[in-house]
T-cell receptor
Framework: EPEVTQTPSHQVTQMGQEVILRCVPI?????FYWYRQILGQKVEFLVS????????KSEIFDDQFSVERPDGSNFTLKIRSTKLEDSAMYFC?????????????FGSGTQLSVL | SQQGEEDPQALSIQEGENATMNCSYK?????LQWYRQNSGRGLVHLIL?????REKHSGRLRVTLDTSKKSSSLLITASRAADTASYFC??????????FGAGTTVTVRA
């Protein structure tokens, strides 16, 4: 069964460093998302992406964050200068459609620890 | 905020019992979805109920939706140890995102 894959599964970085989280969405999906979850808390929306453009972003997704689809398969989230509060599990998701019937397929996440 | 809020936060039941959790939301929706998250894993879609539906079944899952009360419930019947997970409701704020609540953590004791 096709799945969303994320690498790495764990990333440890120093505060102020740049990190890139990588995702390979399901191949026929057109809509891509990043969410994050601080331990034990709710799953927070960061950004959605379609046709090489951001469709929607949350207040969390400030100038330190960027997304890119550098080729036909990868979808990346970059954090330019990490802060302690960026420590969280980051989930990539994709969907084949948008609108009210969209069902998201999630990867297993990247646990980011900022020291 | 559009996002759903689940209740209770945590639930512990014996294997074979039913588990019921609720979700409330604030604004009108097109549909409501439930997802499951096993510890340390991504969310997995369970079921979608449209705003014009009142009840939906999928295997041992039963979802109800009351749009007048802006609430939904998820019932897991005859629970198994493998049902131990966190369960989230998700509402579609717009075409471009789903909003999730904090989830209900269900523990099924053998």
């Amino acid at each position: 069964e096709p799945e969303v894959t994320q690498t790495p599964s764990h990333q440890v970085t120093q505060m102020g460093q740049e990190v890139i989280l990588r995702c390979v969405p399901i191949s026929n999906h057109l809509y891509f998302y990043w969410y994050r979850q601080i331990l034990g808390q709710k799953v927070e929306f960061l950004v959605s992406f379609y046709n090489n453009e951001i469709s929607e972003k949350s207040e969390i997704f400030d100038d330190q964050f960027s997304v890119e689809r550098p080729d036909g398969s990868n979808f990346t989230l970059k954090i330019r200068s990490t802060k302690l509060e960026d420590s969280a599990m980051y989930f990539c998701a994709s969907s084949v459609e948008t609108g009210s019937m969209k069902k998201l397929f999630f990867g297993s996440g990247t646990q980011l620890s900022v020291l | 905020s559009q996002q759903g809020e689940e209740d209770p936060q945590a639930l512990s039941i014996q294997e074979g019992e039913n588990a019921t959790m609720n979700c409330s939301y604030k604004t009108s929706i097109n549909n409501l979805q439930w997802y499951r998250q096993n510890s340390g894993r991504g969310l997995v879609h369970l079921i979608l109920i449209r705003s014009n539906e009142r009840e939906k079944h999928s295997g041992r899952l039963r979802v109800t939706l009351d749009t007048s009360k802006k609430s939904s419930s998820l019932l897991i019947t005859a629970s198994r140890a493998a049902d131990t997970a966190s369960y989230f409701c998700a509402t579609d704020s717009n075409d471009y995102k789903l909003s999730f609540g904090a989830g209900t953590t269900v523990t099924v004791r053998a």
